[in-house]
Nanobody, 120 residues
Framework: QVHLVESGGGLVQAGGSLRLSCVAS????????MGWYRQSPGKQRELVAR???????TYADSVKGRFTISRDNAKNTVNLQMNSLQPEDTAVYYC??????????????WGQGAQVTVSS
């Protein structure tokens, strides 16, 4: 099993910044990709940003130029720096990891979610 613990999030005014962090632990051989998804009421969960083990990055169009994802492979952590936040960024943000366990079994994990609220 792979366990994810998130930190960060909170309430900020429009134009402000927040940072999310996520640490993975457990039976990990390698984390192949880590990323962040978000879900707001009445909407489907959507990808915000994802970074693969080799460093390639995918961003949602809506956050390009404002959000930056980074990871530390040695520490199994991923961070999301969110700048120029807008009310439409308000959502619960979930950390996601696609890992290979020590038993060499693929495993997907989700964090518990972190609330991000942007006031206008």
């Amino acid at each position: 099993q792979v366990h994810l613990v998130e930190s960060g999030g909170g309430l900020v005014q429009a134009g402000g910044s927040l940072r999310l962090s996520c640490v993975a632990s457990g039976s990990i051989f390698r984390i192949n990709a880590m990323g962040w998804y978000r879900q707001s009421p009445g909407k489907q969960r959507e990808l915000v940003a994802r970074i693969r083990y080799g460093g390639s990055i995918t961003y949602a169009d809506s956050v390009k130029g404002r959000f930056t994802i980074s990871r530390d492979n040695a520490k199994n952590t991923v961070n999301l720096q969110m700048n120029s936040l807008q009310p439409e960024d308000t959502a619960v943000y979930y950390c996601n990891a696609l890992a290979t366990t020590r038993a060499l079994i693929p495993h997907e994990s989700w964090g518990q979610g972190a609330q991000v609220t942007v006031s206008s």
